[in-house]
């Protein structure tokens, strides 16, 4: 009988480390965005932005949204908005639909987008942030406390929740408005990047960060001048990628991109990770 035991415990044990690993779906990529309101998107989608949204591109909610039928936690087809409840156009957007377009039919798509409009940096170092928000306006408040007080644990949270149905293959970072000028910004950064990558149990060669730029000096840009820092955040995070935005259309307060501005600079960011992931893009603007 004990043998017999032992045995039947043994097929039970294999049977339920399968499941686990047909749980994680190796061709399910998941990317983790993050940053201020050219994250969260400020420009309003477009009709052109809802429709024919491949089913293989997914979201996951990283809070409830009871007006999308959308609730936390949960994948939906990455139908705008892709941040919280009734934000706009994001560069996750067309990061997305860019991959899914130059993927194997297999490969499926995931992002996770946790961005705050204003926000410094600092809101995302989970050992300081605390400090940070006890002086940032009321309006933003509102919006760190749809992510229970603390975006950078949400992030967490739901990036737990989507390894368990994918792999974390990158991580987007579209901030810098807000730290204009600080030279310690891509020092913050730096600790934002390892936190991730110690709570996931990430590899940094196997994760990279891809940073976009700040509306372009091109386009009048008022924050351009940040993009001499950004463009020094490779000197810190060896996998750490920039994303130009020169010649992304910009909205009339020159800090935010338009909607046309969005799908270029996503294309953008897709066009960069398609080439590390080992494919070559069709050519992006």
């Known amino acids: 009988m004990k043998k017999q035991f032992t045995t039947g415990t043994l097929l039970i044990g294999m049977l339920f480390l399968g499941l686990n690993a047909l749980a994680q779906d190796k061709n399910f990529y998941i990317f983790l965005c993050f940053g201020q309101s050219n994250m969260e998107g400020n420009a309003k989608f477009e009709p052109q932005d809802t429709v024919n949204v491949n089913s293989r591109f997914l979201v996951m909610e990283a809070v409830d949204c009871p007006n999308l039928n959308r609730t936390m936690g949960q994948w939906y087809t990455a139908v705008p908005p892709l941040c919280r409840c009734r934000t706009g156009l994001t560069p996750a957007d067309y990061f997305g639909r860019e991959l899914v377009a130059n993927l194997p039919e297999k490969v499926r798509v995931g992002v996770i987008n946790v961005a705050v409009g204003g926000c410094k940096i600092e809101l995302f170092d989970k050992d300081h942030y605390e400090a940070y928000t006890a002086n940032v ?128 600079l996503g294309k953008r960011y897709a066009t960069q990770m398609l080439s590390l992931l080992g494919y070559k893009p069709a050519a992006v603007n």
């Not at 020092?187 to 940094?204: E, F, M, S």
């Not at 976009?212 to 996998?239: F, H, W, Y």
């Open 137 to 264: 306006p009321g309006w933003m408040k509102n919006f760190i406390n749809e992510y229970g007080g603390n975006p950078y644990a949400r992030l967490v949270e739901m990036a737990k929740l989507a390894q368990k149905d994918g792999v974390i293959k990158g991580i987007l970072l579209h901030q810098g408005e807000s730290n204009t000028g600080d030279t310690l910004w891509t020092q913050k950064v730096n600790i934002v990047y390892n936190n991730l990558l110690n709570d996931l149990k990430l590899k940094p060669k196997k994760v990279p960060l891809l940073a976009g730029e700040t509306v372009n000096a091109d386009q009048g840009g008022i924050c351009a001048s940040m993009n001499r820092i950004i463009a020094t955040l490779p000197q810190t995070i060896k996998n750490a990628h920039v994303i130009s935005s020169a010649g992304c259309s910009d909205a009339a307060d020159n800090l935010h991109f338009n909607a046309a501005g969005y799908r270029a």
